[in-house]
């Protein structure tokens, strides 16, 4: 399937967009895209450290993916 | 309504937020501003850049919000924070809460602040002579 991920900060800076599109397998997992995402964007390895967003929750390894998630890259945080 | 939340490109009104949480039954407001820093580390700050995933950032603060309600006898708490481009000075945040007592007021905003800093899914980038930084990206 083909998934939607958002990119904030300098997560999109990275990236090169706001949006990245994935093709993926079914039943993968929030864990299994980091890992995608880290090989297409090796820079995000060097972030220290990023998480995934499932529709606005902050995903686990496990999570898994369904079609229509809402999903987003969210580096460091620091408003405030 | 004892919760307010506010995220816009827009300047801050401290006012409305002291407005917000201001009760008959309250003894106390207590406020923090989060304002643009001219230096960092002793480098000069040119301008900050915020930007938020606006619908998780907002879910993010009513938890917030939420949680001190929850834990502290305070009637209101008003949570407001600006993105886009902000100058030396400009006020980031706005954090109130009303309460009968000043304790509750004083801890359940420094934990709102706290926590917001932690949690919330809003990015600064420090924007300097030589260059940009994203806030807290690298090690």
């Known amino acids: ?80 | 309504m004892p919760i307010h939340l506010h995220l816009a490109d827009t300047p801050l009104d401290i006012m409305a937020c002291i407005g917000q949480v201001t009760k008959p039954e309250s003894g106390g407001v207590n406020v923090f501003i989060g304002t643009v820093r001219n230096a960092t580390k002793g480098k000069p700050v040119l301008r900050l850049e915020f930007e938020a995933y606006e619908s998780m950032a907002l879910r993010e603060m009513r938890k917030i919000a939420e949680e001190a309600l929850g834990k502290w006898p305070v009637q209101a708490i008003a949570i407001h924070h600006r993105t886009g481009v902000l100058q030396v000075g400009d006020v980031a945040v706005v954090i109130a809460v009303g309460a009968a007592h000043r304790d509750a007021a004083f801890e359940a905003c420094r934990f709102a602040i706290d926590t917001l800093k932690q949690t919330v899914p809003i990015w600064k980038k420090e924007v300097f002579e030589d260059g940009e930084v994203w806030v807290a990206a690298h090690p």
């Open chain 1, 1 to 80: 399937m083909r998934i939607k991920i958002l990119a904030f900060g300098i997560a999109r800076d990275i990236c090169g967009s706001g949006v990245i599109h994935l093709e993926v397998s079914e039943n993968v997992t929030a864990g299994q895209v980091k890992q995608l995402l880290t090989e297409g964007y090796p820079q995000l390895g060097q972030l220290k450290s990023f998480l995934l967003a499932v529709n606005e929750e902050c995903a686990e390894p496990d999570t898994l993916i369904t079609p229509g998630d809402e999903i987003a890259v969210i580096p460091p945080v620091s408003g405030g």
